[in-house]
């Protein structure tokens, strides 16, 4: 009885909480945040605490999140995904602490995570979460490849795409990104996934296949069914058809829908998104829209040498008389692709899946 009345207090209306998921997906996260805080009782309701959790993960405030989520898991101990986003915000804490509390936090982290999969025995993120951990640290630190290659045998047994995703995650740990690619390209189903295929294009990308991985970004944002996912594939799309001299109005497109998606937003992207579609306008000959688009970089404060040399560069294109039709390309610049975020898993998946 004491589980249930924890239960219904836990719940809000699911309008209210599909409003707070839908400013986490557009990375509103100054107003979802205010919004949370003027709901005097948010700490009563554990889908508001998971989502509240989730954007301070994203923003990387991740002592913000750890303390959240402390009272979370006490306050909702048989909820599946508090105690997943409690253990990967310790064990990012971990990765990037005090190395005297480090192993601690790994270790607590973990037990997290081994909560939340005996709760929800298919909470992927979690299980990725943990092949991801084990794969990658040191044996002193609690790492265990052996486990980590049998926790994706069994998982391959009742979620094949599951399994695959965390099979080429430890080839690319093992700096092996061909075999990594040879498995996808093999074991892709059909129809694919678009975490599978946004994998195949990162790798694609990194091993310099443009025009393969420039596809595969195509079909992951069609079979997307995550707004993250399917938003994260148009940025890529517009990203290759600048730096590798893809389909320009098909970059354009996937661009306008990007900035539109997240507009009045804190995507930390979108400098750099921006300054692509410039690009891609000038490059097809409206130069009045990158003009415009220009303009509105001009106060931009972007901490990165290669973005601002590439402004500076089209400005100076923009302002000449006799400008060519098409400035010369920089070579890929160091903006974020596949997560990076983050995060045991890659990070950038990670924070999609949580």
């Not at 554990?46 to 954007?55: E, M, N, T």
């Not at 937003?265 to 490059?283: D, F, G, V």
């Not at 901490?303 to 402004?311: K, M, P, R, S, T």
Request: aromatic share 6%.
């Amino acid at each position: 009885m004491k589980a249930l009345l924890l239960l219904l207090a836990g719940a809000l209306p699911a309008s209210n909480v599909a409003q707070y998921e839908e400013l986490l997906a557009k990375s509103q996260f100054s107003e979802l945040e205010h919004q949370i805080l003027q709901q005097s009782d948010y700490k009563q309701h554990g889908d508001v605490l998971v989502v509240y959790a989730r954007a301070l993960i994203a923003q990387q405030r991740l002592e913000d999140a750890n303390t959240l989520l402390n009272f979370a898991v006490e306050q909702f101990p048989g909820n599946s995904e508090l105690n997943y986003l409690a253990g990967l915000s310790k064990i990012r804490l971990a990765s990037n602490g005090n190395v005297f509390s480090a192993k601690e936090r790994a270790a607590r982290g973990v037990e997290l995570l081994q909560k939340a999969v005996i709760i929800k025995p298919d909470h992927f993120a979690a299980r990725q979460a943990l092949i991801d951990f084990y794969s990658v640290a040191p044996a002193n630190a609690g790492g265990d490849k052996e486990l980590a290659l049998a926790m994706t045998e069994q998982l391959a047994k009742e979620n094949p795409a599951q399994a695959l995703l965390a099979q080429s995650r430890i080839l690319l740990n093992e700096k092996k990104p061909a075999e990594a690619l040879a498995l996808l390209e093999q074991m892709m189903p059909d129809p694919p996934n678009a975490r599978l295929l946004a994998r195949k294009a990162q790798i694609l990308n990194e091993l310099a296949e443009y025009d393969a991985a420039f596809d595969n970004y195509k079909l992951a944002a069609e079979y997307a069914t995550d707004l993250t996912d399917k938003y994260n594939a148009l940025y890529h799309i517009g990203r290759l058809a600048v730096v590798a001299d893809q389909d320009a109005m098909l970059g354009i497109t996937a661009l306008q829908q990007y900035l539109e998606f997240y507009s009045d937003s804190e995507n930390k992207t979108l400098p750099w998104a921006t300054l692509r579609l410039a690009q891609l306008m000038y490059r097809t000959g409206d130069n009045f829209e990158a003009t415009l688009l220009v303009g509105s970089l001009t106060h931009a404060r972007v901490a990165d040498e290669e973005f601002n040399l590439i402004l500076l560069s089209l400005l100076s294109a923009l302002k000449a008389k006799d400008a060519p039709a098409v400035i010369e390309q920089p070579e890929a610049a160091p903006e974020p692709v596949e997560e990076k975020q983050d995060n045991g898993q890659d990070q950038a998946e990670t924070i999609q899946e949580i």
